[in-house]
């Protein structure tokens, strides 16, 4: 029975939501593990922030999620809005409490969880965490390993490990470097995210924490965490970018939205490209692929990075079950790219671009009737529990561990 585990390390390249928990995973689990992070110090970025009920089941098991609701905002109930008439659906994630410890999202900036899980790794021995190694490329695998080629400030070295997970978002160069494809598209527009401590909710009237809000001339997300809003808005491609991040145009955008004296004082802003993509495996014998490395979509509906999470999940209890010499390693690896793939292809994709062409209708008969659907499944409480199974990704996640 093929094993793949042998005496050097896991190597997990990127210190990201997906790597830093992959590893920590692993590290608890008592393996090797070497965690590769590029930067010297761990970026605070402004990209995820919302953690749907699986995902903060999966990482109770690490001891983590209890720190994330310290630093964050429970959100139990979230709206489809329609901004021109002002009228909302509210969909209330008690609805599914009988099916997770954690019925609410967890709205908390996604840097925080790698933070976490990075000081935690402090506590194994059988843990390091090199921080300032940027993964180059690979540079072969063998029967007993595969080899990474590293930059550091000292230079190239070249880092050996049992296997590597790749985890090092859209642009690994464990996924590149392997010669493996990333097909898909990029959207012409691109989508611009700002952040305010201004309270929104005052424009609002009963604005939730999380809201999707249409409008046929500028729709938008509206995203509390604790102590901000953040608003993320698509803009018109052919615009240059630095007119798009420039501060009078984020103004304009604001006062659009909600017209207020005096201007808005901005925090973060990030323009960023749109891709929809997943790699064509995400396994090459010892090297796995996990998260934006091996899937990449649309933050509507917040599961990119989630799903990166049941990546690592899925991939490290198939690492345990490999090890403890429950299954081979090469029915095991090769049933987790299936699992996880095809997840991604047919669910996350299909519903994150669904969600899009939802938020951009202009026609204003699809959106009258768009809002009148959101609003009945939100009132009937079966209809709002099975709106909500699918949305939190709790169907996904049961669905593709039933994939052989
Ligand atoms: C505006 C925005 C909002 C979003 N909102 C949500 C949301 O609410 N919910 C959700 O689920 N998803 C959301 N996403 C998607 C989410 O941010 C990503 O899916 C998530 O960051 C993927 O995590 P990751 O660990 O795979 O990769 P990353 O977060 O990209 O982490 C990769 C890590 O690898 C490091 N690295 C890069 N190259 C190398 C290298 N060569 N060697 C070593 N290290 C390297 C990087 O420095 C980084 O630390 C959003 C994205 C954006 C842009």
């Known amino acids: 029975m093929a094993s793949y585990i042998g005496k050097d390390p896991i190597i997990v390249a990127g210190a990201g939501p997906v790597g830093a928990s992959a590893a920590?995973?692993?590290?608890?689990?008592?393996f090797d593990v070497v965690l590769l992070?590029?930067?010297?110090?761990?970026?605070?970025?402004?990209?995820?922030?919302?953690?749907?009920?699986?995902t903060l089941d999966m990482l109770s098991s690490l001891g983590v999620t209890d720190r994330l609701i310290q630093q964050g905002l429970i959100v139990p109930k979230y709206q489809y809005r329609d901004r021109r008439t002002g009228e909302y659906a509210e969909f209330d994630l008690g609805h599914i409490k009988s099916e997770t410890k954690h019925p609410y999202r967890l709205q908390v900036e996604q840097w925080r969880l790698n933070k976490i899980a990075c000081e935690d790794l402090k506590n194994y021995p059988n843990a390091k965490v090199l921080m300032g190694h940027g993964v180059i490329r690979v540079q072969g695998q063998d029967d007993t390993g595969v080899e990474l080629?590293?930059?550091?400030?000292?230079?190239?070295?070249?880092?050996?490990?049992?296997?590597?997970?790749?985890?090092?978002?859209?642009?690994?160069?464990?996924?590149?470097?392997?010669?493996?494809?990333?097909?898909?598209?990029?959207?012409?527009?691109?989508?611009?995210v700002a952040s305010t401590t201004y309270p929104l909710d005052r424009f609002f009237p009963g604005l939730a924490a999380v809201n999707y809000i249409s409008d046929p001339d500028e729709w938008c997300v509206l995203l509390r965490c604790a102590n901000l809003w953040r608003v993320l808005f698509p803009t018109t491609p052919g615009i240059p970018n630095e007119t798009l991040i420039s501060d009078d145009f984020i103004e304009d955008r604001m006062?659009?939205?909600?017209?207020?004296?005096?201007?808005?004082?901005?925090?973060?802003?990030?323009?960023?490209n749109v891709h929809q993509r997943v790699a064509d495996t995400y396994r090459k014998g010892r090297?796995?692929?996990?998260?934006?490395?091996?899937?990449?979509?649309?933050?509507?509906?917040?599961?990119?990075?989630?799903?990166?999470?049941?990546?690592?999940?899925?991939?490290?209890?198939?690492?345990?079950?490999?090890?403890k010499g429950e299954t081979d390693a090469d029915v095991a690896l090769d049933r987790y790219d299936r699992q996880r793939r095809l997840t991604a292809t047919k669910f996350v994709q299909d519903q994150s671009i669904a969600n899009k062409k939802l938020m951009e209708e202009k026609d204003p008969d699809a959106q009258k009737k768009r809002?009148?659907?959101?609003?009945?499944?939100?009132?009937?409480?079966?209809?709002?529990?099975?709106?909500?199974?699918?949305?939190?990704?709790i169907l996904t996640l049961r669905e593709s561990y039933t994939i052989q």
């Open 24 to 30: 920590l995973y692993l590290a608890r689990e008592g």
């Open 37 to 54: 992070e590029k930067e010297k110090v761990l970026p605070e970025d402004l990209r995820a922030s919302t953690f749907h009920p699986p």
């Open 149 to 192: 080629v590293v930059g550091t400030e000292d230079g190239e070295k070249v880092i050996r490990g049992t296997i590597v997970i790749g985890a090092e978002g859209a642009n690994s160069m464990v996924r590149q470097t392997s010669g493996l494809t990333y097909g898909g598209f990029t959207y012409p527009e691109k989508f611009l």
């Open 255 to 272: 006062q659009h939205l909600a017209p207020k004296t005096g201007r808005y004082q901005i925090g973060h802003k990030t323009l960023y």
């Open 287 to 323: 090297i796995l692929l996990a998260g934006d490395s091996a899937h990449i979509n649309n933050p509507l509906g917040g599961m990119g990075m989630n799903g990166g999470l049941h990546d690592g999940f899925n991939l490290c209890e198939k690492l345990v079950s490999i090890r």
């Open 371 to 393: 809002q009148a659907d959101f609003v009945r499944q939100a009132s009937d409480p079966e209809l709002a529990k099975k709106f909500l199974l699918k949305t939190s990704m």
